[in-house]
């Protein structure tokens, strides 16, 4: 695979229509990391900083490091999609080849947490967050994969669900398409993009996991998003938009490809964004730090 790798000097690119704004740093240039992949998405950061990404046409899962390294963490990797690491380090990964939850581990090996709801299976988890009290939370679109036999889903409901104690709990099917997830840092608000109807949900979580209080965020789709210091919401598509907590749009990001798929923070200080887009992975110098 023919690939571009800027580790010393990274390829500076315009970074979009209003980065005087809030978030992105004086003068701070988007930054091409590498290109040539199938499809990237799911970037998930770990303690140090280091950021692992998904190739899902590739089945793999890469990781860049705080030093600029680019390196491939496990292949195959169960058609991974979303990621996102839990408090004892371990990778939960959204593993779409048998509609599976996955926690890895960093030697590598796997538990399957979960495959599907009362007596169906999953359509396929595609992203995922967990709490600081280390719940975890998933959307389950249906997405119809070329790696698949099966041509249908074996239950109409796409929706979001919570893993508890080694239980899957449906919160939520009042969905057309749900995709992209990100709670707070305090653990005490969830966000939840529904892609199928251009909207953004916010809920309140409870002490015991549940959801109450479900709001229209903003009435925009996303496929992955994330969350900085301040609690600013940024989504994905055409480009990266950053909202505020108050559901006002503050600034846009502009990504010279088709398509942005996912976001996350990354580097020892948190305060790069790393971006994946489509065949390529960015990142983009902060003035605020990652929100976990």
Sequence with gaps: M?????LLALLSLACGLECTAQVVAPAAKLQLVADGFGFTEGPAMDAEG?????????????KYDTKGKLSIFMEPAGRANGLYFDNEGYLIACAD????LWRIGMDKQVEKLAAGYDDSLFNGP??????P?????????YYQRNYWSRTEPDMPTQGLYLYKNGQVIRLDDQFKKPNGIIGTPDGKMLYVADIGDSKIYRYRVERDGSLTDKQLFASQGSD?????????IY???KGVDVYNPQGERIEHIDVPVNWTANVCFGGRDRDYLFITATDKV??????VKGGY
Excluded: A, C
């Design 2 to 6: 023919k690939r571009k790798l800027h």
């Design 97 to 100: 080849e048998q509609y599976e």
């Design 235 to 237: 989504l994905t598509g």
């Design 133 to 141: 009290s280390g719940l975890i939370y998933f959307t389950d679109p």
């Design 282 to 287: 960015f990142i983009l110098k902060m003035q």
């Design 224 to 232: 992955g998003m994330t969350i900085d210091s301040k609690g600013n």
């Design 50 to 62: 280091n950021v692992f990404f998904t190739d899902q046409p590739n089945n793999r899962i890469w």
């Design 126 to 131: 595609n992203d995922v967050w967990v709490s």
